[in-house]
């Protein structure tokens, strides 16, 4: 089971509490209708597969409701960090170095 830490609750939880809402930092086209049928496929269904950290979107579904940014390192399948949707991505290199294990 992975828990998962809502950063608006601040409450650690079971991911039964949780709604996976897809890839973060996704920015919508300003004017979809100006795109071509390549460049609206490319939006709406390619995504990033990366192996590691990576940048996801969550909701709260069953507390406060509220969409929230994550770091999941998809190898490990372990949490690196969560943070309030709207922040900007936080650096990759600290949060790696900081979930190694000291030797």
């Known amino acids: ?3 998962i830490h809502c950063p608006y609750c601040n409450e650690t939880l079971p991911e039964a509490e ?4 897809g890839e973060a ?6 004017d979809p209708s100006a795109l071509s049928d390549d460049e609206w496929e490319g939006f709406l269904f390619i995504r990033s597969n990366v192996r590691g950290p990576h940048y996801e979107r969550w909701r709260h579904m069953h ?11 998809t190898v490990s399948d372990r949490f690196l960090t969560t943070y309030p949707a709207g922040q900007p991505r936080p650096d ?6 900081a979930s190694e294990p000291s030797k």
């Open 1 to 3: 089971m992975l828990l």
């Open 18 to 21: 949780f709604t996976y809402a």
């Open 92 to 97: 990759l290199a600290s949060l790696t170095a």
């Open 63 to 73: 507390g406060c409701g509220r969409f929230f940014n994550a770091v999941r390192d």
């Open 25 to 30: 930092h996704i920015v919508r086209p300003p």
